[in-house]
């Protein structure tokens, strides 16, 4: 017992770093909790009257006038050697020049910041502030952290292999259900695949679901309250926390 609860505490405290540094030692339930969900229904791609074509020339539209978004999120993780599923709640705030802020407010409240090539994690419980360079993993990362959000059409197919599985009523809009599979043999040892949903009204997406290779584990990204293109200061993106923090440069 004491085993399986330092497994899923640690593999807990590294899912969101590895999320924003998707190499998000990701940008992770099973059924429904909360708000974030799978539903029980399958899409119907039969039916579905949108093309992998469609869909993406949809989105590179949405994309050439996007600059902000704010939006509460769910982060949910399954982890199924213990089979056990931990959520998370906070905000997200994503600018168009490559910054970007997660305020997690529950249970464990923490701030990721991202600044261009910059991210910093911080935990106030331990005053703490872990500082990391995404160098040479950036592009790595950005296919993660802004999948949809301003993401062009081309890009997406550039780096994954995209079909359509169908429509599906989700939060009560019609989305278009995506799944992609990563062209990279090095990103698809870390991530199987990807499924999107992405809301036919403003061609963001509304769930992102992440399968993790080999392990049967997957997290979710659930977003409401999405608000596109509202003025996000700077001030947003500032490094807020206090001077006394302690300062670590994490190794790997």
């Not at 399986?4 to 940008?27: E, G, I, M, Y």
């Not at 994503?94 to 407010?105: N, P, S, Y």
Request: aromatic share 10%; charged share 25%.
């Amino acid at each position: 017992m004491r085993h399986t609860a330092l497994l899923w505490s640690k593999r807990l405290r590294v899912s969101l770093p590895f999320f924003a540094l998707a190499a998000f030692c990701c940008l992770r339930g099973v059924g429904a909790t909360a708000s974030a969900r799978t539903s029980s229904a399958q899409p119907n791609a039969a039916q579905t009257k949108w093309t992998i074509e469609g869909v993406l020339g949809m989105m590179d539209k949405a994309s050439q006038d996007f600059h902000t978004l704010t939006a509460d999120l769910e982060h949910v993780k399954y982890t199924a050697v213990v089979k056990d599923t931990s959520t998370e709640t906070g905000h997200i705030f994503v600018r168009r020049d490559e910054k970007m802020r997660i305020e997690i407010t529950k249970p464990d409240p923490r701030t990721i910041l991202r600044e261009g090539d910059n991210l910093f994690v911080f935990n106030p419980k331990i005053n703490r502030v872990e500082e990391y360079n995404l160098g040479k993993n950036r592009q790595l990362v950005d296919q993660y952290v802004l999948l949809g959000f301003g993401t062009k059409g081309e890009n997406i197919k550039k780096g994954y292999l995209v079909s359509v599985i169908g429509e599906e009523d989700f939060d009560n809009k019609k989305t278009v259900v995506l799944e992609l599979t990563p062209k990279s043999e090095q990103i698809r040892n870390q991530i199987g695949k990807i499924q999107m949903w992405v809301d036919e009204a403003s061609w963001l997406p509304v769930q992102q679901k992440f399968f993790e290779a080999g392990s049967g584990d997957y997290f979710l990204f659930h977003y409401t309250n999405e608000m596109k293109n509202l003025k996000v200061s700077d001030g947003q993106f500032k490094q807020d926390w206090p001077k006394s923090a302690t300062r670590v440069k994490p190794r790997g």
